[in-house]
């Protein structure tokens, strides 16, 4: 049984005494006879950010889809807080890589918070009352400005920062970030990191990210973890970036540093 047991800058732990964290206890997916990954154990502690990495194919973005939920799975997922008190389901939010939507749409930033924040259709909705909370939800995220800007005018950025408020609302446990910033600009990947690691410190917020910019891994991750099938290696991104299984898998040659955009 593949092993990922994280402990933030440890080599592990063997339970969350004295730290909340969302516990992954031996996940498995298949699609009829397929296995898309199994024994899956992750322990996913507040106030860190934990990385997976692996190549296409590896299940990363179906393992977050199981935990939200949306695809059959075994094992268990639960939320155990400071005191070691296991309280159940954590709160989840999730940002996706991307968002389909007709980008010609006469749909504003402040039309999908009401959406999202009132049981009543839109349109019978008055947004003078809902302005203040949106305003103070997009603040979070260093977008408060784009309020009444259209979906469609959104850059790449901008609209995942949007995605980012609307996940934490109510603020979660665990925020699932599925290669977030995938096609976003630097100046763009930056900020979205710089706001992820300002929540993660005032919000105490364990984070779980999808990524394939191995730079960026190795710069803002707490914790690494490689999925192929299943866990292979966690650990510190140093750690896992020097493994012979992650120089396997990605190609890697003795002496490579990390940089932006992936190891070189």
């Given at each position: ?8 800058r440890?080599a592990?732990?063997e ?14 997916v ?18 860190q ?11 990363k973005?179906?393992?977050l889809r199981?935990?939200l939920?949306?695809?059959p ?10 005191k ?15 968002l389909?939507?007709?980008v ?11 959406a ?29 400005h784009l ?5 469609g005018?959104l ?7 949007v ?8 603020m979660?446990?665990?925020l ?54 299943g866990v ?17 898998v ?15």
């Amino acid at each position: 049984m593949f092993k990922a047991i994280l402990h933030h800058r440890a080599a592990s732990c063997e339970d969350c005494s004295g730290l909340c964290c969302t516990k992954i206890e031996d996940f498995s997916v298949k699609a009829g006879q397929l296995e898309i990954f199994s024994h899956v154990n992750l322990h996913i502690h507040c106030g860190q950010l934990t990385a997976i990495i692996g190549p296409n194919g590896a299940g990363k973005s179906t393992l977050l889809r199981a935990i939200l939920g949306e695809v059959p799975h075994t094992g268990r997922l639960r939320y155990v807080d400071a005191k070691g008190k296991h309280t159940g389901h954590p709160v989840i939010g999730y940002v996706p890589q991307y968002l389909r939507f007709d980008v010609s749409a006469p749909i504003s930033v402040m039309d999908i918070f009401m959406a999202c924040l009132s049981k009543r259709p839109v349109w019978l909705c008055s947004g003078s009352s809902l302005r203040p909370m949106v305003l103070e939800q997009l603040a979070r995220v260093k977008a408060e400005h784009l309020i009444d800007r259209r979906l469609g005018a959104l850059s790449g950025g901008e609209l995942q920062r949007v995605l980012l408020a609307l996940a934490l609302d109510p603020m979660p446990d665990l925020l699932l970030l599925d290669e977030p910033v995938s096609g976003v600009d630097r100046n763009g990947r930056e900020l979205f990191y710089e706001i992820v690691a300002d929540l993660r410190a005032k919000e105490d917020m364990a984070i779980l990210l999808v990524s394939h910019d191995l730079g960026l891994v190795a710069k803002h991750a707490d914790q690494v973890v490689l999925m192929d099938k299943g866990v292979l290696v966690s650990g510190t991104p140093e750690d896992v970036f020097r493994d012979a299984r992650t120089r396997q898998v990605f190609g890697m040659v003795d002496g490579i540093e990390a940089g932006e955009g992936g190891l070189a």
